[in-house]
């Protein structure tokens, strides 16, 4: 029961690479293995974190059978045939945002993993952060009462020329929705506790055919709404304002977080978040400190937390979730090409 989950990496993206570094000190994770189609680029990998092996293929590291999870950082179309994969050859799989592009598909992972006897759980590693715990632990409290509304955005600068970018490759799930909205919209869902029943988007393109920036409208069942904005041509921002009928609160959600400007050697950041308890501008904001870290360490140790615990329960939660992330991101997609309101079933 205590003995550490052993992880194989499939792929040597440049996410992968801060995902082991952050992992090496877990005393409940140990990294095994690494596959690239590129073996030089895996022994490569492998060597410059000590890792037991090295695979020149993926098929390869699916049949290891010193490796029990996987992590999954491929690029987004990528996931769901070897997330399937994956289940199909008995592992368990922590696998990168988004978990993939529809509702359907997304249904399909969760099938093949529970026929399987595997766990399966899409990362976003602000999730597994304590601050997290502690927002929801806020609004379930009822600190700033009933949830009216949510505002969430992610951007980031991604220069024009670097046109070889993944994230400005259609085919491999490219664009400022995939790779930044989803993180506003897990946040949304989050806290919303449902998918909502209807979304408006709106989208400005790169002559590749991806959305550079996308702002949407998300309206729910009960009268409730959300409003998401991505994008890959401003300046770093990352921050979400939930707003109920008793109070505020402020996060800025991010990955991995310092105590203290300075601290981490990885460049990582205190991570603000704030509440006020009341509806009057007079009443100043507290500011909320949890624990820091790794989002990456925090998220791999949660998911071995489950395996281990066999929690199934937890796992069909975060299943529902991700499965109406996928709907919403269809849906907001669809919206964006057509221009039209697009209903959610």
């Known amino acids: 029961m205590n003995k550490r989950l052993k992880m194989g990496v499939l792929g040597c993206a440049k996410i992968a690479h801060g995902f082991v570094r952050d992992v090496l000190p877990s005393d409940q994770v140990e ?38 999870a996987i992590y999954l950082p491929l690029p987004n179309t ?23 592009l529809t509702r359907d598909v997304a249904q399909d992972m969760f099938d093949t ?3 399987h006897g595997v766990m399966l ?5 602000y999730y597994f952060q304590p601050q997290t715990g502690d927002m929801l632990a806020l609004l379930q409290s009822d600190a700033i009462g009933q949830v009216r509304s949510v505002q969430a955005s992610f951007g980031f600068t991604l220069a024009p020329e670097a046109t070889g970018n993944i994230r400005f490759n259609p085919d491999l799930g490219g664009g400022a929705l995939l790779d930044a909205g989803s993180y506003p919209l897990s946040l949304i869902r989050l806290v919303m506790g449902q998918a909502p029943v209807r979304v408006m988007a709106q989208s400005s393109w790169a002559a ?11 309206e729910y069942a009960d009268g409730r709404r959300a409003q998401l904005m ?6 770093n921002v990352r921050r979400a304002t939930i707003c109920g009928t008793a ?37 100043a904001f507290e500011d909320i400190r949890s624990p820091s870290g790794s989002g990456f360490r925090f998220a791999a140790e949660a998911f071995a937390k489950v395996v281990r615990d066999k929690d199934h329960a937890a ?21 964006a090409r057509s221009g039209a309101v697009v209903e959610l079933t």
């Open 31 to 68: 990294v095994v293995a690494v596959a690239s189609r590129d073996l030089c680029k895996a022994q490569a990998f492998a060597a410059q974190f000590g890792l037991a092996q090295a695979w020149g293929s993926y098929e390869a590291l699916l049949a290891d059978p010193n490796v029990d």
């Open 78 to 100: 990528m996931h769901a045939p070897w997330a399937m994969a994956a289940a199909r050859a008995g592992k368990h799989v922590l696998c990168e945002k988004p978990l993939t």
């Open 113 to 115: 993993a529970r026929q």
């Open 121 to 125: 759980l899409e990362s976003f590693p």
């Open 208 to 218: 590749s055919g991806v959305d550079i920036s996308t702002m949407a409208t998300l």
């Open 230 to 235: 991505c994008a890959m041509d401003v300046a």
């Open 247 to 283: 109070g505020t609160l402020e996060t800025e959600y991010l990955n991995h977080t310092a105590d203290a400007v300075g601290q981490s050697p990885y460049g990582y950041l205190p991570s603000q978040m704030r509440v006020r308890r009341g509806i009057a501008n007079t009443l």
């Open 315 to 335: 796992i069909a939660r975060a299943a529902q979730a991700s499965i109406d992330n996928a709907a919403t991101l269809q849906a907001l997609a669809s919206s």
